[in-house]
């Protein structure tokens, strides 16, 4: 069993910047892979950023060059920080854990590929 907390939200204008947290408790040593995910009002949950347990990184081509996912070790908490924000970044932004001890070959940006999620953090951009 693994939980997640994400902090870090908020309100920010366009080309502003925030750094999104997700603290991790519990069985996390089992974690091979995590990621960021975001829903918006209407839409499906979309992958946003993974890293795997070598440090191994997918990006969205929407955040590619903006949002940087990185890691504390040993893999406590996962962070991931926007740049240049734009009003289509407005979204509930989630931490969630793979669902395999195994690391994948390349991080996947699939949610249904990953288990634990944490509660979100919501993000709004204003233009």
């Known amino acids: 069993q693994v939980q997640l907390v994400e902090s870090g939200g908020g309100s920010v204008q366009a080309g502003g910047s925030l750094r999104l947290s997700c603290a991790a408790f519990?069985?996390?040593?089992?974690?091979?892979?995590m990621g960021w995910f975001r829903q918006a009002p209407g839409k499906e949950r979309e992958g946003v950023a993974a890293i795997a347990g070598d440090g191994s990184t997918s990006y969205a081509a929407s955040v590619k060059g903006r949002f940087t996912i990185s890691q504390a070790h040993p893999k406590a908490t996962l962070y991931l920080q926007m740049n240049s924000l734009q009003p289509e970044d407005t979204a509930m932004y989630y931490c969630a854990t793979y669902r395999s001890v195994v690391r994948p070959v390349s991080p996947p940006l699939n949610y249904l590929e990953y288990n634990y999620w944490g509660q979100g953090t919501q993000v709004t951009v204003s233009s």
């Open positions: 519990g069985y996390i040593d089992s974690v091979s892979c």
